[in-house]
């Protein structure tokens, strides 16, 4: 009797791959017959061992950059002097010491290098066993040193820097053959205040002697460097506040003092809110401006932040936010080409503002931009995880950006007003699209725009373009050729019985 029911699986791989495994797949994949075989995956037999996916976007990066895995690039090292300017701008000054003390003790020979880095990837302080150290030194891991893919290939504080979180590149994962005998293990640093990624964390080490703790070691050191942060944050905020108190009991009407971030120290008339949105370019002194959450406001210097005085108070009824009828003809631009920082700019009738936008949010705009017929809640959480019951993260996420678009963003289903004209620039490399991002249809967004079968909502012309019958260029028709690509890269659509509401 034919069984039913059951299904015969190939059994899943439990361990991680040893070092002579990768060293293989890192020479396979560099091959020229590996990248055909890249471009047709289903050619390649099961059971074939592949990189990991944040490991071999970069391969893939870096073999379209041309870097030589023997040789890598020519590295330049900071001077002294901007070496110094760097560590003080950074911020991270203040935390070296506490790492030093609580990751090395006074005779600590742990086979291990701390190396802090600034967010561009340039390497202001060292620690470690002296004899690591002068191995380091001979792959030019060293103090003042960019350590980016572009110089020396794929590394732990490149992928972290990318990627926004806490990653470990093991021995022959790294891109430069003389780098396969190390594991680095790295952590970003965000800025408690703005959220921005101002630096890394790695710890470095022998391959042979890798440790499975290291990843959770390296994030908790990140951890208590944003904590520091986060302390000299609250006692600059505390300053302001004093200093504010006297001045907001004088103040006539409604008024609330925030820092250069934007966080509140103070306020007089109204609900406080935790933060506001300061522009990208910064609030000029004495001008009314829009700002989300609280309609027009003139705002003047105050010490290191801002006194806020909204011209009419913010009601219950939605004022502060962009009604509909503000909403009129609104230009909307996801300004995406810097993949270290996504950036919002709203332009119509309820004036002009723009300011960064988190990681999140900003895979939830391209996905609303790139789905202008409107997604449900689940398209978007499939779009975003793979899991279409992650409903109710997507829910709280859209409505955190509600607070600020307004009547810019409808519901039921979730899509942008249709009388706001979207624009999405992009980066030059396709694969520089929001790399932090590893949802399911921002990767095949990244693939679509490489190949040139998708493009951008805005874009100037569609890639590739469609050819007449006699040869000519057709002309470009917008709404119907994004419509027809986003089918394939966008939220996916799904029945109507599936889920009858936002």
């Known amino acids: 009797m034919r069984q039913t029911g059951r299904q015969t699986r190939r059994p899943e791989r439990r361990t991680p791959p040893t070092a002579a495994e990768l060293a293989k797949v890192h020479e396979r994949i560099l091959a020229d017959a590996a990248a055909r075989e890249l471009a047709h995956p289903e050619s390649g037999g099961p059971g074939l061992l592949e990189p990991r996916p944040e490991i071999g976007d970069s391969w893939a990066r870096l073999r379209r950059l041309g870097l030589d895995p023997d040789t890598g690039a020519a590295a330049v090292l900071l001077g002294p002097a901007e ?14 010491p506490v790492l030093r003390d609580t990751l090395f003790g006074p005779v600590d020979q742990t086979p291990l290098i701390l190396a802090v880095s600034d967010a561009e990837g ?6 470690g066993e002296r004899g690591l150290r002068r191995s380091a030194d001979r ?13 020396v290939g794929t590394n732990g504080i490149a992928v972290a820097l990318r990627a926004q979180r806490p990653m470990h590149v093991h021995s022959a994962e790294h891109y430069l053959r003389s780098h396969h005998t190390w594991t680095c293990v790295a952590a970003p640093v965000h800025d408690p205040a703005t959220g921005r990624v101002v630096g890394a964390i790695n710890l470095s080490g022998p391959a042979h002697s890798v440790r499975p703790y290291l990843l959770q070691l390296t994030a908790t050191a990140a951890r208590l460097a944003e904590t520091e942060l986060r302390a000299h944050r609250l006692e600059a905020l505390h300053h302001l506040r004093t200093l ?36 990208s370019e910064g609030w000029a002194p004495a001008a009314v401006h829009w700002v989300p959450g609280l309609g027009e406001c003139v705002l003047e210097p105050l010490g290191d932040g801002w006194l806020v005085r909204p011209v009419r108070p913010p009601e219950e009824d939605g004022s502060g936010t962009v009604s509909a009828e503000q909403a ?42 790139t789905a202008p017929e409107g997604s449900t809640a689940a398209q978007l959480a499939e779009a975003l995880f ?15 950006l509600r607070r600020y678009l307004g009547g810019l963003l409808a519901h039921r289903p979730y899509r942008f007003a249709d009388s706001v004209l979207v624009t999405v620039e992009a980066p030059e490399d396709p694969y520089d699209l929001l790399p932090s991002s590893t949802a399911p249809a921002v ?29 000519g260029a057709v002309a470009a028709q917008p709404s119907a050729s994004s419509a027809a690509s986003w089918e394939s890269v966008g939220p996916q659509p799904r029945s109507a019985s599936t889920e009858t509401s936002a």
């Open 83 to 96: 070496l110094e300017q760097r560590r003080r701008t950074s911020g991270l000054d203040a935390v070296v």
């Open 122 to 127: 340039h390497i202001l302080w060292q620690e």
């Open 139 to 151: 792959i030019g891991f060293v103090t003042g040193a960019r350590w980016v893919e572009e110089t």
């Open 244 to 279: 504010a108190a006297p001045l907001l009991a004088r103040v006539g009407g409604p008024a609330l003092v925030v820092d250069a971030a934007g966080w509140t120290a103070a306020a007089a008339g109204l609900p406080p809110p935790n933060r506001l949105h300061v522009p």
């Open 328 to 369: 009129e003809g609104a230009r909307l631009r996801l300004d995406l080409s810097r993949a270290d920082r996504p950036e919002l700019s709203v332009r119509g009738a309820a004036d002009s503002w723009s300011h960064p936008v988190s990681p999140r949010h900003a895979e939830l705009l391209l996905l609303l931009a």
């Open 386 to 400: 793979g899991d279409a019951g992650r409903t109710v993260t997507v829910r709280a996420e859209l409505s955190r």
């Open 443 to 471: 990767r095949r967004l990244r693939a679509g725009l490489a190949a040139g079968t998708v493009r951008l909502p805005g874009a100037a012309a569609p890639v590739p373009q469609p050819r007449s019958a006699g040869g």
